[in-house]
């Protein structure tokens, strides 16, 4: 019988994509707050990634922490290969990448810290779902995170019916046009609408065509693409012995576009917190869950905003008002955290600096209670990152801007780049040849020369002051 899902993976590649709420530094934090006392720190863990493709998401982990251990799972030989080849160029021996369908992979005794599946739970038939959180629930180590998306319902119901309407009308656009042609017109005809489901079914169309035809195939337009209900998830997840923790970033906890008054008004949901998020996806319209789940039973602590203190933090909204940090305490603090940008520095470092710009105002158990306190919500609301390590970035681009040989090889391979905070970083095709070149030996005026006979539209300063912004030149 025909797998039209291996076929797929056979007949197409699928795209280089690292996955930064994925990263044990984010984890870690997200676990620690939903109550799990230990999470392992990313310095030192064990992670498993099960349908890793081509291994560009644990690639980048397995570079930036060296004492830890990564294994990569798929069940495409040709990602597998493309993988190895990746993890020889740049010299990974922390990193190995096993070929084994998801029915039949056995991990043996291995426990595992992070157990990763990105894209996997929707996109199996019932069978491998089952499967996939099984394997979860057997090689969690004892105070593991797994870490599992899935599109989520009932929020992702009009899409799924709009990927249905785009495979039968091939025929809407002139001339047989590709993929994006056909997406441009059906949400041109949508918005001409004047109703809010028009409106909203315009944005649909439009996010799916700002996918790209290379993504669409494996998300929206997949043979198997399986939206679930989140109340359903976690209850096929405690069915193999895993108990929910939260979502893998801590502004995902509370979906955005809902006003305060929202939440006021499902307070008497607060013993019952899957159906409180349950409800959430149903007032959010929400599309798409990465959730976290520790072995059931576990012990969890109930969290509080002192735990905040231990990690690390990085500004992500350089546009707060003042009020949004009232009082001197605060100010100052803010003020330390955005001289640090764009590095991601530990929270007792700039209590250090608030401490001695308020001298003999400063009052330790206060101050670090209203500390706690703003870092937990800002953290919630997304205005800072929290992480379990710290991240020194240099804003200024080094003379010799070298990338790291991860990277270095990516760009020869004409694949994104994965920065310092592990998102994607990728480029159009004039501009690769000048990315292939960061290698450290030019110096910054050789390569401004190069770049205007190889990518004339560059602008080479401001681009590499960007590229520096991003922790792509590590440093040494």
Not at 102 to 125: C, E, K, N, Q
Not at 257 to 283: A, H, I, K, S
Not at 426 to 446: C, I, K, N, Q
Request: charge should be negative.
């Amino acid at each position: 019988m025909a797998d039209p899902v291996r076929e797929l993976y056979s007949e197409h590649r699928y795209p280089a994509l690292s996955h930064s709420e994925t990263d044990p530094a984010v984890l870690c934090v997200s676990a620690r707050c939903g109550g799990l006392n230990s999470p392992a720190l990313p310095a030192e863990c064990r992670v498993v990634e099960v349908g890793c493709a081509s291994g560009h998401n644990l690639l980048a982990l397995a570079e930036r922490y060296p004492e830890s251990r990564f294994t990569g799972v798929d069940f495409s030989d040709t990602a597998i290969r493309v993988a190895r080849r990746a993890a020889e160029a740049a010299e990974l021996a922390n990193i190995g990448f096993e070929h084994a369908d998801l029915t039949d992979w056995d991990p043996g005794d291995r426990g595992f810290d992070y157990f990763i599946a990105h894209g996997m739970l929707s996109w199996v038939d019932d069978p491998r779902k089952e499967r996939l959180l099984a394997l979860a629930g057997r090689c969690l180590a004892p105070d593991g995170v797994a870490c599992l998306s899935y599109n989520t319902l009932p929020g992702w119901a009009l899409r799924k019916e709009a990927a249905a309407m785009v495979r039968a009308l091939p025929a809407l656009t002139p001339k047989g046009g590709g993929l994006g042609e056909l997406l441009g017109a059906l949400e041109e005809a949508a918005a001409l609408g004047d109703k809010p489901y028009a409106r909203h079914l315009a944005s649909i169309f439009a996010a799916m065509r700002a996918k790209g035809e290379a993504l669409l195939p494996f998300d929206e337009l997949a043979p198997c693409c399986d939206p679930l209900h989140f109340a359903e998830v976690v209850e096929r997840a405690a069915g193999q012995g895993l108990g929910y923790l939260g979502e893998s970033t801590l502004p995902a906890n509370l979906p955005p576009g809902l006003p305060p008054e929202t939440l006021n008004r499902l307070r008497p949901l607060d013993g019952d917190p899957v159906r409180f998020q349950q409800t959430l996806d149903l007032l959010s319209g929400r599309t798409h869950r990465t959730s976290l789940f520790s072995r059931a039973g576990q012990a969890l602590e109930p969290p509080t905003t002192a735990v905040v203190l231990h990690f690390a933090v990085r500004l992500m909204d350089h546009a707060l008002p003042p009020e949004a940090t009232p009082g001197e305490v605060l100010g100052l603090f803010h003020a330390s955290l955005a001289a640090a940008s764009p590095s991601c520095v530990k929270v007792s470092r700039l209590m250090e600096q608030t401490a001695g710009r308020l001298g003999s105002r400063w009052e330790p158990t206060r101050a670090s209670k209203e500390i706690a306190g703003w870092l937990y919500q800002a953290a919630r609301f997304g205005w800072v990152e929290l992480r379990a390590d710290e991240l020194e970035v240099e804003p200024v681009p080094p003379e010799r801007p070298r990338l790291s040989p991860l990277n270095l090889h990516h760009a020869r391979e004409g694949l994104g780049l994965v920065d310092g905070f592990h998102r994607t970083c990728g480029f159009p095709e004039p501009h690769r040849a000048v990315v292939a070149a960061l290698d450290g030996s030019r110096t910054r005026s050789e390569l401004e020369q190069f770049a205007g006979d190889a990518a004339p539209d560059l602008h080479f300063g401001p681009w590499l002051v960007h590229l520096a912004s991003r922790g792509l030149f590590p440093a040494g």
